[in-house]
C-alpha cells in the first residue's frame, strides 16, 4: 500500500460517518478514431440534493482508480483520462464533517497532504487527462480539475466556487497556487478572495469559461458528448488550446495588493484565512508548484487548529441548518393558509412590508392608513418598485401586471381587511397607538386573522392585552433594509396561541426569511446586543476616550462597520429611542449618553463628515460633544466592550429570549451582518475566554464553534 | 387563391446508435426524450446553415406515449434541444411507421406550403417502454373474430406470413440474416454508417452489466458480427413449437432515437441545405393484421402506381427487417433474388435492431447515403410492414443521379 493510500485509510478511521463517494472508471473509444479512454465518475450513490464530497475515504477510491488508470496510461492502452460527476453535481469539495471532528495538527496536516498527493497524480500520467465540469463545483471539486491537462465547462453549471476563504480555510488542494498560474492572479484574487468574501458568490458556467478556467464550453444538453468530441480533436492534434500569457510581473504583486485591499475592506484583518490565501497567491508568482502545495498544506492545517474556521463552519451551518428549522416553532401542520394580507400604514416601512409580501406570498395585499394620500403613495411606492424589478429584467410584464393588480389601498379597514389572514402593522412606535389600531383591525378582521407587529421595542403581549383574541398577536420583526438582511425576529407574546405562531413561521418561510423564535422581552435580540455593545462605547467615550480611540478598540473583530457608522445608518434618533426603550426596562445595565442626546438635539443625522474622502468626526459634533478625564486603552474600551455584551447574553438567555446561544449567533449573523469568523459572536466570546471571566462558564461546549477537547 | 405543389426533399438525417433493450443495454439509465433530444441538436449542429428559427415543425413519433415518451414529445424534445420557443411540436404515431409517417406527415405539409422545413424524427426506447405496455385491446377484437389473437404479437404474424409462402423457409430466413450481419459488419468496416450516428453518453450505476460510471456510446449494440448459419439454426422459435422465427432471423428489442430534417427544395437550395433525396411518393396500406409482414408489398404497388414507375425502375431498396420472412415475402413477389446487392447494402434491422418507432429514418439515412454513392441510380424505396396489419412505402429519386451514362 503508497504511503499515501496508508495516510487516506488511517484519515478514515477517523471518520467513520462519511458520505463515500466512489470513484468508477469506465471505458470506451472516443470518437472518430482518437482511441482508447478511462472516464472516472464521481459519485457517491445519492441523488442530487446530496452533493458529492471527498473525505478521506472518498480520497482513496479516488486515488485508488487513478492507480488503475496510472497504469494503463504507462502501458499505452489508454490515450487519455477524463473525469466527471453525477447527474447536475461535478464535486462540492472536502465534506466538512470530517474537518469539524479534527482535534491533532497532524491529522489537519494529513487533509491538505491527503487531497493534494491524490490529485497532483492527475498531472502525471502518462497521457493528458481531462476535467468535465458537468454540475456544481466547489472547493476540492474545483482543485481536482484543476490538476488536469484540460477542463470543459457545462453552460449549465449554476454555482462554481472555490468559498474556503468564506468558510475560514484556503483552497488548499491546489487553488491557491494552480488557478493563479492557470488564469493570473488578478482572475484568481477575484474567485478566491473577492467572491468568497462577496457571501460567498457563485460563478456560472459561461464565467468559468469567461475567466479562462475552462478550455471549452458547452451546453447541458449534450455537454459530455460535445466535451468528449472535443477531447478527441485535442487527442488527435486536430484542436490546438491556446492560453493566455498571464502576467507574471507587476500585474502579479498589484492583484495580490488588491486583494488584500479586498480582504481589509470586508473582516478588517480580523480573520487569518484570506491573508493566508493571499500570501499563497503571491508565493505563487514564480510557478514553482510544490512550494506552493506545501504552504497550502501548512496553511490549511493552521487554519483547521484554529478557532475562526471552527466558528465559520458553526455560522454556516446556522444559516444553512438551524436558520431553515427554526427551534422551538411549532409543527407547521398547525399553520393556517395565508390568502390575503394586510397592512396598516402606508409609510416607507410599510409600504416596503407590502413588496416584500405582494412578491413572495403573490396574494392581495391591502395598504391602508388615515388619507387618501397616504394610501396613494404606499401602492404609488409599490408600483414603482415593481416597475423597477421590470426594468432590470427580474420579472416579466405579466409578472408585473400580476403583482400590481394584487396592491391595493383603501382607507376603510373594514372593506380592506374583512377577508384578511395576515395583517401586519408598521405604525408609529407607540403603545397607545399601536393598541388602538389592533382594536379597529379586530373589530373588522375574520376571528382566525393574524395580527403581527413589526415593533422593534414594544412589548407585543402588553400590545395584544386588550383585545378580545390576543392569542393571534405574533411580533414580526424585520431589519432594515428589509429586502437586504434575512433576519425575521418572530415574537411569542404570552398569550400567542400554537396555530398563530405557526401560521407565522409558515409565512416567515415564504417570505424567504430566516425566522427565530424570540421571548417577549425589551427590544428582543439584535437590537439589545447591538444596543448594549453601542452603550458601552458611547459610556467609555463620555468618560473621556476619544472617539477613534473607542471606534479602533472593537477593529479586531472585524464587523462590518465600526459602531459610531452604525449609529448613523441606523439614525441617531431611533438608537436614542431603542436605548432610552431599554434603560427603562434595565437601567443598571442601559444608560441614555447625554451627548447621544445633544447630537439628536443638535439635529445631526451622524458623527462624522465624509469631505476627505474618510470619515471625520464632525467639529460640530466633537463641540457638542462632553467628556469626562477617564481616558482607556484600545484593550481596556474593547474588554469593557466585551464583557457587556457577553454579560448581556448571558441574561437574556438566563431570562430565555432564545432557546440557545445558536439563536443569539444567528439573530447577529443574519440580523446585524455580524461575521462567520466571529461564529455570530459566542463562539468569539468564548474562544478569548471573556464568557469564563463574565459568566464563569463557556455559551457553547468545547468542539462546538471550537476544536474538540 | 392558386396553389402549386412543391418539391419535397430529405435534407439530412441523423441517428443515435441502438442499443438492446432491458437492463444489460447501454441505455437502460437513458431517457427517451433524451435520445431524441441528443438527435436532434446533431441535426441542427450538422447543419449550420439552417437558423432554426426557421424550423416549422418537430414532428416526433413513438408507439408508446407515455412517461418519457408521452407529453407530445415533439414538443418537450423542442424545448430540450433548446429550439426557439416559437417552433411548435406534435407527436406520432403508427407503430414501427412512426419516423416514417412523421417523415411524410411533414412533407405533406411542406407540399401543401404550410411549412418551408420540418424535423421528423422518432423514438422508442423498448427497455423503458416494452412492448404492449399499458395497452387495453378492445374485447370485440376477438369475441366479433375482428382479427386473430396472434394479430397482436409481431412474432406470430411472421410464422403466420411462413405459412402464406411455404416456400419461405427457416433455412432462407437465416441465410437472409447472416447476410444482413455481414452487409452491417461491412459497412461499419466501410465507415458507411458511423457516419450518421451521434455519439451517446450513457451512464451505468449496476455493476453488473458492465462498468459503472459515465460512458461515451458510439456504435449499435445490438450487432453480432461473424454470425454463421450454425448459429441461427440452433436458436429457439419461441412464437411457435417447430416455428421458424428466432432472435436471429428477425430485429431484436431495442431503443434508440433518428431525426431527419424534410424541406421544400426551393428552401433546401436557398438555404445552402444540402438535398440528399427528392420525394417522389408515399403510400400506407392495410392488411389483414394475422400477416402485417405482408404491408409493404401492396403499400409498394400503390406508390409505384402514383408516381408511375414500374419496380425494375428502383434501383436500390431499404427495407425494414422486422423479420426475415416479411424481406423475402417482398423479394419474392417482385421476383428479386434473396441476395440481390440493390437491397439493404448496408445490412438492415436484423444486426442494427429496430426500436420501433425510430427506424424509418434510419432507412432514408442509409439510402440517401447510397444515392450520393451511387449516381446512376435514379430512384430508391423505403419500406416497413406495420403493426396491425400495414405496410408502408416511400419512393425516393436521386438528386445526385447521372443519367444514363
Known sequence: MSTTAELLKQASELFPDEVVTSAHVRHFDLPAGAGRFALITLDNGHDHTKPTTFGPASLANLNAAIDQVEKEAADGEIVGVGITGKPFIFAVGADLKGVEILKEYEHALAIGKGGHEVFKRLSKLAVP????YNGAAMGGGVEVGLHCTYRTVSSAVPAFSLPEVFLGLVPGWGGCTLLPNLIGADKAVSVIIENSLNQNKQLKGKHVYELGIADAIFEGADFLEQSLIWTASVLKGELEIERPVIDRGEGWDQAVAKGRFIADSKVHGAAPAAYRALDIIAAAKNGDLQQGYDAEDKALADLIMGGELRAGIYAFNLVQKRGKRPAGAPDKSLARPVTKVGVVGAGLMASQLALLFLRRLEV???????DQERVDKGVGYVHAEIDKLLGKGRINQDKANRLKALVTGVLDKAEGFADADFIIEAVFEEMGVKQKVFAEVEAVAPAHAILATNTSSLSVSEMASKLKHPERVVGFHFFNPVAVLPLLEIVRGEQTDDASLA??????????????????????????????????????????????????AVEPLGLPMSPLVLLELVGPAIGLHVSETLNKAFPDRFTVSPNLKAVVEAGKRGFYVYDSGK??????????????????????????????????????????????????DLCLITGAGWPFHLGGITPYLDREGVSERVNGKRFLAQGVASVPA | MPRTVR????????????GKAGPKGIYHETRADDLVVKAIRELLR??????????????????????????????TAGILAGLPQSVPGYSIDRMCAGALTAVTTVAGSVAFGAYDVAIAGGVEHMGRHPMGEGVDPNPRFVSEKLVDESALFMGMTAENLHDRYPQITKLRADEYAVRSQEKAAKAYANGKIQADLVPVSVRRTSPEAGETGWGLVTADEPMRPGTTLENLQGLKTPFRVHGRVTAGNAAGLNDGATASLIASEEFARENDLPVKMRLVSYSFVGVEPEVMGYGPIPATEKALAQAGLSISDIGLFEINEAFAVQVLAFLDHYGIADDDERVNQYGGAIAFGHPLASSGVRLMTQLARQFEEQ???RYGLTTMCVGFGMGATVIWENPHFEGDK
Open chain 1, 129 to 132: 487527462t481531462f476535467a468535465y
Open chain 1, 364 to 370: 392581495p395585499v391591502v395598504l391602508t392608513d388615515i
Open chain 1, 503 to 552: 401560521t407565522a413561521f409558515g409565512v416567515a418561510k415564504k417570505l424567504k426569511k430566516t425566522a427565530v423564535l424570540v421571548k417577549d422581552a425589551p427590544a428582543f435580540v439584535v437590537n439589545r446586543i447591538l444596543t448594549r455593545f453601542m452603550g458601552e462605547i458611547q459610556n467609555v467615550i463620555d468618560e473621556g476616550t476619544p472617539v477613534e480611540v473607542a471606534e479602533k
Open chain 1, 615 to 664: 470619515p471625520e468626526l464632525d467639529p460640530e459634533v466633537a463641540a457638542l460633544l462632553k467628556q469626562g478625564d477617564t481616558v482607556l486603552t484600545e484593550e481596556q474600551v474593547r474588554e469593557r466592550v466585551l464583557d457587556a455584551v457577553a454579560q448581556e447574553i448571558g441574561i437574556m438567555l438566563d431570562e430565555g429570549v432564545v432557546a440557545e446561544a445558536q439563536d443569539i
Open chain 2, 7 to 18: 418539391d419535397v426533399v430529405f435534407v439530412d438525417g441523423v441517428r443515435t446508435p441502438f
Open chain 2, 46 to 75: 450538422r447543419n449550420p446553415g439552417l437558423d432554426p428559427k426557421k424550423i416549422d415543425e418537430v414532428a416526433i413519433a413513438a408507439t408508446t406515449q407515455i412517461g418519457d415518451q408521452g407529453l407530445t414529445i415533439g414538443r
Open chain 2, 375 to 377: 449516381p446512376h441510380v
